[in-house]
């Protein structure tokens, strides 16, 4: 049971530390509203993660058939949805973020379903999950739950929150160095890169959607 743990946590950190729109999304509430923001943005991911793991584990064929024949619709829209939160980021003025968050008002909830909706739109992360859990030496699909999966996903749990964690503490350090301005260029940028990667996924689906 601690082995499939250890490998649970591989495949959390595996799925969490590449930096996606989630992460720079991570960075940017941080640096904007504080670690618990950030903290709020990557337990959204988490939660997600999480549960494709499940998806993997337990062998729901219908679901990984339904991702593979739609794939590139899924891409399209999973696309649009991480395109529009980059949008929002670029538009998004941190004087009011700042103002919210000393006011009280931290919209944890807001920041945990934003984040949880760009990933669960996201077919490449369960094929991620997937590849990982073959990768560590775990079969999906041919386990029983007590024994290797219940532990497999407490691992995946503790992996990807305590990535998180450590990434918002991290940025958070660096927070009060950073001024209005850079803060407003920080949105730019993330905006901007959120936007491409949204863009990509959704060209890339209507891509092989009109190929003969």
Avoid at 50 to 64: D, E, H, Q, R, T
Avoid at 85 to 99: A, D, L, R, S
Avoid at 139 to 163: C, H, K, N, R, S
């Amino acid at each position: 049971m601690f082995e499939e743990i250890i490998k649970g946590i591989i495949v959390g950190l595996g799925a969490s530390i590449p930096l996606g729109p989630i992460g720079i999304l991570c960075i940017q509430r941080t640096l904007s509203k504080g670690r618990w923001s950030g903290f709020a943005t990557g337990m959204g991911a988490a939660i997600s993660d999480i549960i494709f793991s499940a998806i993997a584990l337990l062998g729901l064929s219908f679901v990984n058939d339904f991702l593979n024949t739609y794939r590139e619709w899924v891409m399209m829209f999973g696309g649009a949805v991480v395109g529009g939160f980059g949008v929002k980021i670029f538009v998004t003025n941190p004087i009011k973020q700042i103002k919210r968050v000393q006011e009280g008002n931290h919209q944890y909830i807001q920041d945990f379903v934003s984040s949880f909706i760009m990933t669960i739109t996201n077919p490449g992360a369960i094929f991620l999950i997937i590849g990982m859990f073959a990768f560590i030496g775990i079969d999906t699909g041919q386990y029983e739950f007590g024994l290797v999966i219940a532990p497999a996903l407490m691992g995946v749990f503790i992996g990807t929150m305590a990535w998180w964690f450590t990434l918002s503490t991290i940025i958070n350090m660096f927070r009060n160095k950073f001024r209005l301005k850079q803060l407003m260029i920080t949105n730019w940028i993330a905006g901007t890169i959120v936007m491409a990667i949204g863009i990509t996924s959704l060209f890339e689906g209507l891509i092989q959607i009109l190929r003969p």
